[in-house]
Every structure is written in C-alpha cells, then in structure tokens.
C-alpha cells in the first residue's frame, strides 16, 4: 500500500491517532499537500457513500471526520501557500437559541472534505451574524443553516428571511438542515435546498457549488 | 383529669390521668426500650413530644396535656433501596396538634384566628412554631366559626371542644375534629409515567402506590416538542397543565381508594420531575428552557395551596422541589437527597437513565451535573423489535461458547425486547466479536444468525425478535453520550475515573440492567464495574423524603443551590470525548 493509500485508509477507518503522523510520513516521502488533501477527500467520498448506501451510520462518519480534520491539520499551512482550487466557499452555523453543534460540524466536516472553504460560525448564531459574514464576503456560494430543536425552527426561518433580504442573495444558496427539519419547512420558509444527513449535504453543495 | 396519648408510629392510644410517658406507653402496648427500668439514669427512651425535633425521656416526662408522641428507633424511615440503605429521623413538615377549645366568656375579645393560634401554642406548650405567632391564614381564619363548633361545645359557646390542628410548615393550615391518618402524596411525573405514593407521614409508612402514562404524551413524546406545542398553541400551557393535574388527581383517587383514605385527609403532596413537567405543572411558560442557554424559569423550592391545583384538601400545600438546572430537574434532586448526597464520604457518581441520562458526581464537598441526550433506545423506542420491560420481553441474554441464551419477562414466547435485554444483547455480541469495536456486524462469526432485513444485517436472538445494525448503531449513540457525561463530569472535578467508588444507578433501567453488560459495552468505565449499585425509583423516593422530614426538604434546596451544572453541548471538549466513547471495547484490526 503506498503512503496515499495508508493515508485515505486511515481515515475512512476514522483512526485519527495515527493520521497525521501518516501525512507527514507522505509529505517527507515527496507526496504534493494537493495530493494528500486529495487522497482523504477521495476517502471521505467512500465515507459518504457508504453512508447512503446504509453500510455505515452516523458513529463511524463522526470517527472518520475527526481523522481527517486531524489529517488536514498538518497540511492547512501548505495548503494556504500553494492557492489550492476549491470547490466553493461555505459559510455554516447553527441558529440563535441552539447550542447543538455536533451534527453542524458533521456537515462542515463533509463539505470541507468534498473541497469547499468552510467558514463555520458556530452556535448560537444571530441571524444579522448570517447576513454580516455572507455580505463581507463575496466569495461564498452557499450558506448552511442548522437546527437541531423543535422550538429553534422558527428561529431558522428569522435567519433565512433576512438572507433573503439581502441585496447579495443572487449570488448564494440557502441549505437547511438538522433533526427537525423537513423538506416541507424549508419550502415554507423560503431555502433553496434541504437535505436529510451530512454526506447528503456534501453532495448537495457540490452540485450546486 | 384524663389526657389522650397517642404514639407514632403504630398509632396506639392511652387515655392517662397523667404519670409518665413510659407508663402511658406501657399502658397502650408500646414498647420503649427503657434498659434502665425507668429510673432516669440510662437516657435511651428518648421520644419526642407533638413533633417536637426535641428529644425527652419518656421515664422522665410527665404527661400533663394530651399529646402526640414519636417514639425513638421506630420512628424512622427506612429507605427500600438494597445499595443506599439509609435512616432519615421522621419529622414531617406536615403534622397534627389536639387542641382544647376553651368555653369563650364574654369579655373575651380575641379574635376566632387568635383564639386558635393561643390553643395550639397552649398544646404544644410553645414547641410548635416556637411560640412564635403563626402567620395569619385567612382562609382559614374565615371559616374558623363554624370549624370551631365542629370540634363540640358549640365552638365553645357552650363549652369546651376538641379538635385537631394541621400544621404544614410551621403555619396552622386546618382546624378539624379529630380524624384518622394523616397523609401525604408524593408525585414523580415522569416524560413517560407519573407515579404516586400515598403516605402516612406518622409512620413514615407507604400505604399505597399507583402509576399512570402522562398523558401529555398526545402533545408530544418529549421535552422539546411538549415545550414547543405551548410556545405554538394559543392555549398550550394550560392544555399540557390541566393533562398532568388531571392524571395527578386520578392517582390521588385511586391511591386514596386502595388505601381507604378520604381525600381531604391528605393534607399535603410533594413534586419532582424534569425540569419542563415541573414548568408544565405549574402552567410556567418552558420558552427559557428550550432556547439556548437552556435555564429554568424558576429553580427554588416552592410551597403553594394546594386549593384548585389538586384534589386533596384545599387548606392542604403542595411542595416543589427545587431543580439545578434547565436539563437538570428536582427529580435528580429527589435522587441526590435518597442518595444521601449531603453527607458523602466518599466519591459517588449517581446516573438516572431515561430519555435523557441526568447524572451527578460529589464528593463531600462538591457536586457537578449533566445531562446527555442519550435517548430514548433504552427504553425500547427507535429499536426495532423494541419494547417495554413488559411480559414477552426479552430482559437477559448471554453467550456462551456460541451458545446463545436468552430469559423472557413472564416465561412465554419472546416478541420483543426490552432495554436490558438490548444492553445483554450487545454487550454478548462485542464479547462474542460479532460486533466490531466499530459497531459493524462481522457477518462472519455466527453466520447461520444473520439475515437482511430492509436491506441491512440483521441478527437473529429468537424466532421473532432479532437485531437490526442500524439497532447497534441507536446502542451505540446512547452509550457513547453516558459516557462522555461520566468522563466529562470527572474532568470537571479533577478526578480519574477510578477514582469513582460508587456508581447509583436509578430509575427502572438501571434496577434490571446488568452492570455487567453496562460495563461490556463501554457505558460504564470497566474500572468501575464492582461498585455499581441500582437504587430503584430514587427520585420518587426523594420526593417521599420530602414529605417525611423537613431536614431532607432543607437539605434538596441547599444540593441543588451547591450542584454545578455542566453544559456539555457548550463544551468545546465534548464532541472529541463523544467521538472516542462512540467505539465498543476491544482490540482494533
């Protein structure tokens, strides 16, 4: 197996102790950070549709996220340097009065290893704080927009209103997403797309994108 | 002159012309152990006087008045847990004085509230309220004309009457002729099931229990879609309010009727439940509670009249006990007060598993909580062949040398299986490696179990009942949010986890769950195995305590004021420590 290979198998296996290790081993051995980026994004796609295909949940997604946010973390500082394409920009954050993050950044993770920037908010989110960052920021394509409980929703719906006030609206789409959410609600509320899982929502955004 | 003796808490009587306690007690049949003979010197016939936390000789008191007398060892209530066997010294916030209603002269201008207050200040010669004036209640005092006259003498227009006044709380809450037990309710409302205990809190002993499904379970099955139908609904809070009230009071009816007690003798009632059904029960908007940063709108032991809340005597109170935090209610409070949390000595983590698995770890001198939404899998919901702990269930299964064993709940046929037995399940199929550390079926091991249902493996346990992968995978979820809850909570005190010497597990779940699997799985640090202890229900028991010592009542509010609430979904730490607890034990490949 080369070094490539350890390293795309390191993280579908979500083995996050031994991951960046892995990628510094293919960095001496002469590998691009292009390259390596590459090779976990190939395995994270192998995630994602394994996940579709119900041959792994949500545990193992989790696991194999967290080895490649390791995996990327040596690599950002060359990544930076040699201007490397990318998919998209995408700005993510879960919504005022919801302190739930752990499938937001499920979604981010997925999005980030289908090749976008990710620019993740965080919780807790103000709907003026969606419109700012989107504004300052012609870049982004896609805005991602997360509620885990029932009695947040109406607050995802404050938040996609005043995006869709917003004089740059054109140029981005609205994802929505989390527990609650359903196709229904966000026709209703005015989003473009919602999709049911994180490897969903990477597909989606690379449609899109 | 004679005097009526009564003695708690077998109810005996003695009618005396005075002398001792000691020979009042001998004279009902009540036995005082008096190794001294009653000469004064040996100081253990210790007994106490109208409720009076003080404690007297019996051989040495005389009986001067009709009193109401607690006698010492037996007048304790024992708590029927197995693991947390514990005295607390009976001492109701709720308790009864006879009183002498004295023939009124004219030229006495007392008022019929002063002329009541002065009667039971007369019988408890002081101690009750301590001789301090009782804070008027008007909703007595307005109807003491009549209440007096139903005690005899024509309310002492005539001549003398006897009655007996109900104290709650230190203030005079009834004035009625003498009548027979005096009794509590204890109410833990559960998401899921309410239950109540009716108590004679002379005796300390439970007379009768009964349960019911909440019924607002129709607005929604959890929390936040409960929560959510008030927020949405015009007149939501006071729909889920009058669903609980109305299950309360048929719990009232019927453990009133099992232990043929009129209602109006019941003069008090206890609360505990999560911190939304204690906001639901009392009508208080949940808004505070399901927005970020999640925080109760009122946290503080309460004491309300009971009068048009629920069905026992009006002049009856109802007590709150206080909750920690949003995710943290009173019913955690009820376990940490069974639990004996006031008086640690050593460091005790105690777990209630339901919807949401609350936990608390303390030592003697702190205590930190959590919440961790470990869902509902344990309680048979989201699980395909899922169950109640009902007849027909499997409750126990083991493997041995590939021979896979099972029990069911009543003996019959299996057709389903219940949490423990999902617990069993898993953790013989980690051991056996048919599930890898992953969580992934090896479809290798056992194979003649396996199927495809809808698509994905599926392990058969029995002709109907088998196991889904994505099952697993609601296990593992579960499993992996309690034990991050455990480690962070540990981190927070700065302790290891072995350090933990005991592990309370509370609630049905944890009664039948095999510590065992628990630790098998990983729920529970292996280390810790040997220490675990199941508890029963005891956040119900700490609302009985409640209502059987006004020590305990005190001490709820003083563990939920000191507990320190961790909120693990603002910890940046928790998703990593999450991630690692999502693996069952075992070596990788």
Redo the contacts between chains.
């Keep these: 197996m080369s070094k490539l290979q350890e390293v795309a198998a390191a993280v579908e296996?979500?083995?996050s102790k031994i991951v960046a290790g892995l990628v510094e081993e293919a960095l001496a051995e002469g590998s691009s950070a292009v390259e390596i980026l590459n090779s976990m994004i190939d395995a994270m796609s192998v995630v994602g549709e394994k996940f579709q295909r119900?041959e792994?949940?949500?545990?193992?997604m989790?696991?194999a996220a967290?080895a490649m946010k390791k995996g990327v973390e040596p690599l950002k500082p060359l990544l930076a340097d040699a201007g490397a394409p990318k998919a998209g920009k995408v700005i993510i954050g879960t919504v005022?009065?919801?302190?739930?993050?752990?499938g937001k950044?499920l979604v981010a993770m997925m999005i980030e290893s289908a090749g976008f920037e990710v620019i993740d908010l965080g919780?807790?989110v103000p709907a003026e704080k969606f419109v700012e960052a989107v504004e300052n920021d012609p870049e982004v394509n896609i805005v991602a927009v997360s509620a885990l409980?029932?009695?947040?929703m109406p607050s995802m719906k404050t938040v996609v209103e005043a995006l869709n006030a917003s004089p740059a609206r054109s140029r981005f789409k609205i994802m929505v997403g989390g527990a609650p959410i359903t196709q229904e609600f966000c026709d209703e509320i005015g989003a473009d797309y919602y999709t049911t899982d994180a490897a969903s929502a990477a597909q989606k955004a690379k449609e899109i994108a | 002159m004679s005097f009526t003796v009564r003695f708690l808490p077998s109810g005996l009587l003695a009618e005396v012309d005075g002398g001792t306690i000691l020979e009042a007690a001998i004279a009902a049949g009540v036995q005082i152990d008096a190794p001294c003979g009653g000469n004064g010197t040996c100081g253990k016939c210790l007994v106490s006087v109208d409720g009076s936390p003080e404690r007297v000789r019996a051989c040495a008191t005389e009986v001067t008045r009709s009193m109401t007398v607690t006698v010492g060892e037996s007048g304790r209530h024992r708590i029927l847990t197995d693991a947390v066997q514990r005295e607390v010294a009976l001492d109701p916030p709720l308790k009864r004085v006879r009183v002498k209603i004295q023939k009124s002269s004219p030229g006495d201008s007392r008022s019929e509230w002063r002329k009541l207050t002065d009667a039971v200040t007369a019988a408890t010669g002081g101690a009750v309220g301590s001789g301090a004036v009782f804070k008027p209640n008007p909703a007595l005092a307005g109807v003491l004309y009549d209440r007096f006259a139903e005690c005899g003498g024509n309310g002492g227009r005539n001549g003398d009457g006897e009655g007996e006044a109900v104290l709650i709380d230190g203030e005079i809450a009834d004035l009625r002729a003498p009548f027979g037990r005096l009794c509590a309710a204890a109410f833990d409302i559960g998401t899921t099931t309410i239950v109540c205990y009716l108590l004679d809190v002379e005796s300390g002993q439970t007379l009768a229990v009964a349960s019911v499904l909440n019924p607002q379970s129709r607005f929604g099955a959890d929390v936040i879609q409960r929560s959510n139908y008030v927020l949405e609904a015009s007149d939501g809070a006071q729909a889920l309010q009058s669903a609980v009230r109305s299950a309360l009071n048929l719990l009232l009816n019927e453990v009133t009727r099992q232990a043929g007690v009129p209602l109006c003798d019941v003069y008090a009632a206890s609360v505990v439940g999560n911190t939304c059904m204690h906001h639901l029960f009392l009508g208080l908007s949940p808004a505070s509670l399901v927005h970020s940063p999640y925080n109760p709108a009122l946290s503080d032991p309460l004491v309300l009249s009971s009068d048009g809340v629920l069905d026992i005597n009006r002049m009856g109170r109802i007590f709150m006990l206080p909750n920690i935090a949003g995710f943290v209610g009173a019913d955690t409070v009820g376990v940490m007060i069974a639990a004996g949390f006031d008086q640690l000595d050593r460091l005790t983590l105690a777990i209630d598993i339901g919807t949401n698995g609350e936990m608390v770890l303390a030592d003697e001198k702190r205590a930190v909580a959590c919440s961790t939404a470990a869902g509902p899998a344990f309680e048979g919901a989201k699980i395909t062949c899922g169950m109640r702990g009902a007849e027909g269930a499997i409750d126990h299964i083991s493997i041995d040398g590939g021979a896979l064993r099972y029990s069911v709940i009543g003996g019959g046929e299996a057709e389903g299986i219940c949490g423990s037995g999902l617990l069993d399940a898993v953790a013989a199929l980690v051991s056996a490696e048919v599930i890898l550390p992953s969580g992934a079926f090896d479809t290798d091991v056992m194979p003649e179990r396996f199927f495809t249902y809808e698509g994905q493996p599926a392990f058969r346990l029995s002709e109907k009942v088998f196991l889904t992968q994505r099952d697993v995978r609601e296990v593992q979820l579960a499993k992996g949010a309690l034990a991050a809850g455990i480690e962070m909570l540990a981190a927070r005190l700065g302790v290891k986890l072995e350090e933990i010497e005991r592990v309370l597990i509370a609630g049905a779940f944890g009664n039948y769950m095999s510590p065992e699997s628990a630790c098998g799985i990983g729920l529970i640090p292996a280390v810790l195995r040997e220490r675990i202890m199941p508890v029963g229900n005891a956040a119900g028991e700490g609302a009985k305590l409640a209502l059987l010592s006004v020590e305990e009542w005190r001490i709820a509010e003083r563990l939920a004021r000191s507990a320190d609430f961790v909120e693990l979904a603002a910890d940046p730490g928790f998703q990593d420590c999450y991630v690692d607890n999502l693996a069952f034990p075992g070596e990788e490949e």
């Design positions: 296996k979500g083995k119900n792994i949940f949500v545990p193992e989790l696991v967290r005022a009065g919801d302190l739930h993050d752990i950044n919780v807790d409980l029932t009695t947040t």
